[in-house]
């Protein structure tokens, strides 16, 4: 089995990870925002207009840039071009289907004999030394079943035929399945498990329905996530209690707008998720795109977990995304959580983004076991991995209290962090995330509310 190492792709940031680019833009795409969610001002400029949240919109025009200055006259808030992101070339891996090739990864204590998944021994962020404490809290969880919770992997889109994913994929109920039809009226032809805004149709530049990724990054996430448990195959997931919503925005050699992020948010929030993966990022600022993340978490309830990104050489050089933003990690949003990552050793990965403001706690991120596509299973390292073990604890804790809104939860896993001295000084909660602590720490937050 080969095995990706971020160390050796420091220059690949978005937490897959991107480098800055000159920016480009849509030439017919202009985000207006007007101040007190007023309507758009008609305009002739103006061939077409959506509505993204209140008081924001995404206009169609062929003069941009007299539209943007005639816009500056109106009571707007913003005006804002739509950023091309151009292509990044992402990082491959060997894969073999030889089981052989399993027998130098390195092993890890047992999980115990809750679960009975092949490969359990190889997911070191379950123990409790250095890792989650995944395996302690299953242990003893609370005596009543977790709610569903669906979690949103927007990506580079998801192997959902993978034999440890197709059991824990969300289904649209509303969609059937290869008619070729909208049959909810959503605006996506047969988004059975979610979207793709990287392959469009050509006459309406309709997104489409099938988010099957084409690479290895997005089925690594969505493993690691919520792998399907005891099924005596494979991986296990850190959550036993969710449904993955594959959303394919992050393209393989293609270019990518800030509208395809915000779409991606909004397909996601509108359609249940209550958390959202991230493992991307850049260094490009988005006003439009911070303010769909607010508007979902005060409207839909939902909680954003990113990526810090992996752009250090740690320990000599240490990348402080306060100084030097990534987002949408630096977005000052409150139901933003940035993860950045660790080593099965306690210590902060190489590759790690730092940030005392912008940083909010550690998950385990390197030598990182889960799914790649094809039913196959590979080691990836990077923030990128760290985040969807970090989603993971978070869909636990909030399917058994789900009355918690994105900031209480947030604010219950970084108080429930496990302090490590390795990180002091590195990020606002300096510890790893626990999902046992976590989970105690839910249910006296509850216990105090309700006396």
């Known amino acids: 089995m080969g095995h990706l190492n971020h160390r050796f792709y420091l220059a690949f940031l978005l937490a897959l990870g991107s480098v800055a680019q000159a920016h480009e833009y849509d030439p017919h795409h202009l985000f207006i925002k007007m101040k007190n969610a007023k309507r758009l001002e008609n305009s002739p400029l103006i061939l077409s207009g959506q509505e993204l949240i209140p008081g924001l919109y995404l206009v169609k025009t062929d003069q941009l840039e007299k539209l943007e ?106 969609e059937i399945p290869g008619d070729g039809i909208d049959n909810d009226g959503n605006g996506y032809i047969d988004d059975v498990h979610g979207i793709n805004t990287v392959v469009r149709s050509r006459l309406k530049r309709r997104a489409s329905g099938d988010p099957m990724g084409s690479h290895w990054h997005g089925t690594h996430v969505a493993g690691t996530i919520a792998a399907e448990q005891n099924n005596g195959i494979g991986i296990a997931g850190v959550a036993s209690n969710v449904k993955i919503m594959a959303i394919r925005s992050v393209p393989d050699n293609s270019n990518e707008l800030d509208s395809d992020i915000i779409e991606s948010l909004l397909y996601a929030a509108r359609n249940g998720a209550k958390i959202i993966n991230c493992s991307f990022g850049k260094t490009a600022q988005a006003l439009s795109v911070r303010d769909t993340i607010n508007s979902i978490g005060k409207d839909y309830g939902a909680l954003i977990v990113t990526a810090s990104g992996n752009n250090s050489m740690g320990p000599f ?13 630096s977005f000052d949003s409150e139901n933003i959580l940035t993860i950045t990552s660790t080593t099965k050793r306690g ?32 080691t990836s ?18 399917g058994y209290f789900p009355e918690l809104t994105p900031v209480e939860l947030k604010n219950i896993l970084m108080k429930s962090a496990k302090p490590n001295k390795n990180l002091q000084g590195m990020m606002r909660s300096a510890g790893v995330i626990n999902l046992n602590s976590a989970l105690k720490e839910a249910q006296e937050y509850r216990e105090k509310r309700w006396r």
């Open 69 to 174: 200055i005639a816009a500056r006259t109106w009571d707007v808030e913003y005006v804002e071009r739509d950023q091309i992101h151009p292509p990044q070339t992402l990082p491959e891996i060997k894969i073999s289907q030889d089981a052989d090739d399993f027998k130098n990864t390195p092993t890890y204590r047992s999980f115990g004999a809750s679960l009975n998944d092949e490969y359990l021994d190889r997911l070191w962020g379950f123990d409790s030394k250095w890792g989650m404490s995944v395996n302690e809290a299953y242990e003893q969880l609370p005596p009543w079943l977790p709610g569903e919770v669906i979690i949103a992997v927007i990506d580079t889109g998801v192997d959902y035929t993978h034999e440890d994913l197709k059991n824990v994929m969300w289904k649209n109920s509303k």
């Open 317 to 329: 050089r240490w990348y402080n995304i306060d100084e030097k933003p990534f987002y949408p990690a």
């Open 347 to 378: 210590d902060l990965s190489t590759f790690s983004n730092i940030g005392k403001l912008s940083v909010d706690v550690a998950a385990p991120g390197s030598d990182i076991f889960s799914t790649v596509k094809g039913n196959r299973y590979s």
């Open 381 to 398: 390292d990077g923030t990128s991995m760290a985040t969807p073990n970090a989603s993971g604890v978070a869909a636990m804790v909030l």
